[in-house]
Protein backbone atom coordinates (compact mmCIF):
# COMPACT_ATOMS: atom_id res chain seq x y z
CA UNK A 1 0.00 0.00 0.00
CA UNK A 2 1.16 3.44 -0.67
CA UNK A 3 0.77 6.11 1.54
CA UNK A 4 1.37 10.09 1.04
CA UNK A 5 2.49 12.36 3.36
CA UNK A 6 1.67 16.34 3.35
CA UNK A 7 3.27 18.05 6.36
CA UNK A 8 1.90 21.26 6.28
CA UNK A 9 -1.22 21.83 7.32
CA UNK A 10 -1.83 24.98 6.10
CA UNK A 11 0.65 27.93 4.57
CA UNK A 12 0.28 31.81 3.96
CA UNK A 13 2.23 34.00 1.96
CA UNK A 14 2.55 37.12 0.25
CA UNK A 15 1.16 37.86 -3.11
CA UNK A 16 4.12 37.73 -5.52
CA UNK A 17 6.20 35.26 -3.16
CA UNK A 18 7.10 32.17 -4.23
CA UNK A 19 5.93 29.20 -1.97
CA UNK A 20 6.63 25.79 -1.69
CA UNK A 21 4.74 22.60 -0.59
CA UNK A 22 6.06 19.83 0.46
CA UNK A 23 5.24 16.24 -0.19
CA UNK A 24 6.48 12.93 0.79
CA UNK A 25 5.01 9.26 -0.32
CA UNK A 26 6.18 5.47 0.37
CA UNK A 27 6.03 2.82 -2.25
CA UNK A 28 7.14 -0.55 -3.08
CA UNK A 29 6.64 0.54 -7.10
CA UNK A 30 9.14 1.50 -9.07
CA UNK A 31 7.06 3.02 -11.89
CA UNK A 32 4.41 5.78 -10.66
CA UNK A 33 2.30 9.06 -11.15
CA UNK A 34 2.62 12.15 -8.88
CA UNK A 35 -0.22 14.88 -8.93
CA UNK A 36 -0.69 17.77 -7.50
CA UNK A 37 -4.32 18.75 -7.61
CA UNK A 38 -6.12 22.37 -6.19
CA UNK A 39 -9.36 22.47 -4.78
CA UNK A 40 -10.53 25.93 -4.23
CA UNK A 41 -13.64 27.22 -2.32
CA UNK A 42 -15.71 26.16 -5.55
CA UNK A 43 -14.77 22.73 -4.13
CA UNK A 44 -13.66 21.56 -7.58
CA UNK A 45 -10.84 19.24 -8.29
CA UNK A 46 -8.46 20.98 -10.27
CA UNK A 47 -5.24 18.83 -12.02
CA UNK A 48 -2.00 21.31 -11.52
CA UNK A 49 0.95 18.90 -12.62
CA UNK A 50 1.62 15.64 -12.95
CA UNK A 51 5.38 13.75 -12.68
CA UNK A 52 6.11 10.83 -14.63
CA UNK A 53 8.57 8.42 -12.12
CA UNK A 54 10.19 7.28 -15.08
CA UNK A 55 11.60 10.72 -15.72
CA UNK A 56 14.12 12.45 -14.26
CA UNK A 57 13.32 16.14 -15.82
CA UNK A 58 10.91 18.00 -13.46
CA UNK A 59 7.68 18.78 -14.50
CA UNK A 60 7.01 22.33 -15.29
CA UNK A 61 3.46 24.42 -15.51
CA UNK A 62 3.52 28.13 -16.16
CA UNK A 63 4.28 29.20 -12.50
CA UNK A 64 4.10 25.58 -11.26
CA UNK A 65 6.71 23.60 -11.05
CA UNK A 66 7.99 20.13 -8.76
CA UNK A 67 10.87 19.11 -7.14
CA UNK A 68 10.98 15.28 -8.01
CA UNK A 69 13.86 13.67 -5.77
CA UNK A 70 13.28 9.79 -6.92
CA UNK A 71 15.28 8.28 -3.94
CA UNK A 72 14.00 10.45 -1.16
CA UNK A 73 10.20 10.01 -2.06
CA UNK A 74 9.90 13.40 -1.78
CA UNK A 75 8.07 15.82 -4.67
CA UNK A 76 7.57 19.19 -3.63
CA UNK A 77 5.36 22.11 -5.62
CA UNK A 78 6.69 25.37 -6.19
CA UNK A 79 4.43 28.55 -6.71
CA UNK A 80 6.17 31.42 -8.44
CA UNK A 81 4.41 34.78 -8.25
CA UNK A 82 1.46 33.73 -6.43
CA UNK A 83 -1.41 34.91 -7.39
CA UNK A 84 -5.33 35.47 -4.82
CA UNK A 85 -5.97 32.98 -7.36
CA UNK A 86 -3.69 30.44 -6.24
CA UNK A 87 -5.41 30.52 -2.48
CA UNK A 88 -6.97 26.79 -2.13
CA UNK A 89 -6.22 23.43 -1.01
CA UNK A 90 -3.49 21.79 -2.30
CA UNK A 91 -2.84 17.70 -2.84
CA UNK A 92 -0.45 15.88 -3.78
CA UNK A 93 -1.27 12.46 -5.42
CA UNK A 94 -0.08 9.04 -5.87
CA UNK A 95 -1.22 6.32 -8.62
CA UNK A 96 0.91 3.12 -9.50
CA UNK A 97 1.48 3.31 -13.27
CA UNK A 98 0.54 -0.08 -14.01
CA UNK A 99 -2.73 -0.97 -11.78
CA UNK A 100 -4.37 -3.89 -10.94
CA UNK A 101 -4.70 -6.47 -8.37
CA UNK A 102 -5.36 -3.38 -5.83
CA UNK A 103 -7.36 -0.44 -5.39
CA UNK A 104 -6.80 1.40 -8.68
CA UNK A 105 -7.43 4.84 -7.61
CA UNK A 106 -5.45 7.50 -6.38
CA UNK A 107 -3.58 7.49 -3.15
CA UNK A 108 -4.26 11.43 -1.72
CA UNK A 109 -1.89 13.24 1.30
CA UNK A 110 -3.95 15.45 3.37
CA UNK A 111 -3.62 18.48 1.84
CA UNK A 112 -2.08 21.80 2.45
CA UNK A 113 -4.51 25.07 2.76
CA UNK A 114 -2.43 27.99 1.00
CA UNK A 115 -3.75 31.53 1.48
CA UNK A 116 -2.28 34.06 -0.50
CA UNK A 117 -2.57 37.59 1.27
CA UNK A 118 -3.22 40.45 -0.36
CA UNK B 1 -17.75 17.79 -23.74
CA UNK B 2 -19.88 17.48 -20.67
CA UNK B 3 -16.40 15.08 -18.76
CA UNK B 4 -17.65 13.56 -15.27
CA UNK B 5 -21.41 14.64 -14.43
CA UNK B 6 -22.38 13.97 -11.08
CA UNK B 7 -25.88 14.20 -9.09
CA UNK B 8 -26.87 15.93 -6.91
CA UNK B 9 -24.81 18.36 -5.69
CA UNK B 10 -26.63 18.40 -2.22
CA UNK B 11 -28.60 16.25 -0.24
CA UNK B 12 -29.46 15.63 3.30
CA UNK B 13 -30.72 12.36 4.55
CA UNK B 14 -32.23 11.16 7.75
CA UNK B 15 -30.74 8.37 9.28
CA UNK B 16 -31.30 4.62 7.52
CA UNK B 17 -32.66 6.40 4.16
CA UNK B 18 -31.25 5.12 1.58
CA UNK B 19 -29.92 7.32 -1.72
CA UNK B 20 -27.98 7.01 -4.85
CA UNK B 21 -25.38 8.76 -6.06
CA UNK B 22 -24.87 9.43 -9.78
CA UNK B 23 -22.13 9.67 -12.17
CA UNK B 24 -21.67 9.75 -15.56
CA UNK B 25 -18.76 11.01 -18.19
CA UNK B 26 -18.53 10.69 -21.93
CA UNK B 27 -14.66 10.02 -22.15
CA UNK B 28 -15.23 6.27 -22.95
CA UNK B 29 -12.51 5.81 -20.00
CA UNK B 30 -12.56 2.21 -18.35
CA UNK B 31 -11.69 3.20 -14.80
CA UNK B 32 -13.98 4.91 -12.83
CA UNK B 33 -13.58 5.60 -8.98
CA UNK B 34 -15.94 6.91 -5.89
CA UNK B 35 -14.09 9.07 -3.05
CA UNK B 36 -15.64 10.47 0.00
CA UNK B 37 -13.59 13.83 1.37
CA UNK B 38 -13.69 14.88 4.87
CA UNK B 39 -11.61 17.47 6.73
CA UNK B 40 -8.27 16.74 7.38
CA UNK B 41 -8.18 13.80 5.84
CA UNK B 42 -7.91 14.19 2.19
CA UNK B 43 -9.57 12.42 -0.19
CA UNK B 44 -10.39 8.83 0.40
CA UNK B 45 -11.43 5.92 -2.36
CA UNK B 46 -14.75 3.80 -1.55
CA UNK B 47 -15.06 1.79 -4.57
CA UNK B 48 -14.09 1.46 -8.10
CA UNK B 49 -14.07 -0.16 -11.24
CA UNK B 50 -11.94 -1.21 -14.16
CA UNK B 51 -14.59 -1.62 -16.91
CA UNK B 52 -18.38 -2.62 -17.06
CA UNK B 53 -19.18 -5.53 -15.06
CA UNK B 54 -16.16 -5.12 -13.29
CA UNK B 55 -15.84 -3.36 -9.43
CA UNK B 56 -13.64 -3.52 -6.34
CA UNK B 57 -13.58 -1.82 -2.85
CA UNK B 58 -11.07 0.54 -1.87
CA UNK B 59 -9.91 1.80 1.65
CA UNK B 60 -13.52 3.10 2.95
CA UNK B 61 -15.95 0.36 1.30
CA UNK B 62 -18.40 -0.16 4.11
CA UNK B 63 -21.60 0.95 3.64
CA UNK B 64 -21.81 1.81 -0.08
CA UNK B 65 -22.66 -0.26 -3.12
CA UNK B 66 -21.76 0.59 -6.32
CA UNK B 67 -22.47 -1.34 -9.72
CA UNK B 68 -21.32 -0.99 -13.45
CA UNK B 69 -23.55 -1.88 -15.93
CA UNK B 70 -22.32 0.60 -18.77
CA UNK B 71 -18.91 1.68 -19.31
CA UNK B 72 -20.62 5.65 -18.80
CA UNK B 73 -22.23 4.84 -15.52
CA UNK B 74 -20.96 4.18 -11.86
CA UNK B 75 -23.71 5.07 -9.36
CA UNK B 76 -23.18 4.66 -5.57
CA UNK B 77 -25.24 3.78 -3.26
CA UNK B 78 -26.05 3.79 0.20
CA UNK B 79 -28.23 1.24 1.72
CA UNK B 80 -29.39 2.35 4.98
CA UNK B 81 -27.23 5.95 5.96
CA UNK B 82 -25.66 7.07 9.15
CA UNK B 83 -24.35 10.07 10.64
CA UNK B 84 -20.52 8.72 9.74
CA UNK B 85 -21.08 9.09 5.90
CA UNK B 86 -21.72 12.77 6.21
CA UNK B 87 -19.05 13.89 3.73
CA UNK B 88 -18.35 15.45 0.58
CA UNK B 89 -18.13 13.06 -2.43
CA UNK B 90 -16.53 12.98 -5.83
CA UNK B 91 -16.43 10.45 -8.56
CA UNK B 92 -13.85 10.43 -11.21
CA UNK B 93 -12.68 8.63 -14.11
CA UNK B 94 -9.40 8.14 -15.51
CA UNK B 95 -7.31 8.68 -18.81
CA UNK B 96 -4.30 6.43 -18.84
CA UNK B 97 -1.55 6.38 -21.24
CA UNK B 98 2.08 7.12 -20.54
CA UNK B 99 1.75 10.89 -21.05
CA UNK B 100 -2.11 11.27 -20.24
CA UNK B 101 -2.72 9.65 -16.74
CA UNK B 102 -4.98 11.43 -15.08
CA UNK B 103 -8.24 11.74 -13.34
CA UNK B 104 -11.52 14.06 -14.20
CA UNK B 105 -13.15 14.41 -11.42
CA UNK B 106 -16.92 15.39 -10.88
CA UNK B 107 -18.18 18.81 -9.25
CA UNK B 108 -19.22 16.92 -6.03
CA UNK B 109 -22.01 15.83 -3.85
CA UNK B 110 -22.06 17.44 -0.07
CA UNK B 111 -24.30 14.49 1.21
CA UNK B 112 -25.49 15.45 5.36
CA UNK B 113 -27.00 12.43 7.45
CA UNK B 114 -29.10 13.76 10.31
Known amino acids: AQTVTQSQPEMSVQEAETVTLSCTYD???????LFWYKQPPSRQMILVIR??????QNATENRFSVNFQKAAKSFSLKISDSQLGDTAMYFCAFIPMYSGGGADGLTFGKGTHLIIQP | NAGVTQTPKFQVLKTGQSMTLQCAQDMNHEYMSWYRQDPGMGLRLIHYSVGAGITDQGEVPNGYNVSRSTTEDFPLRLLSAAPSQTSVYFC?????????????FGSGTQLSVL
Open chain 1, 27 to 33: TSESNYY
Open chain 2, 92 to 104: ASRETGISNEKLF
Open chain 1, 51 to 56: QEAYKQ
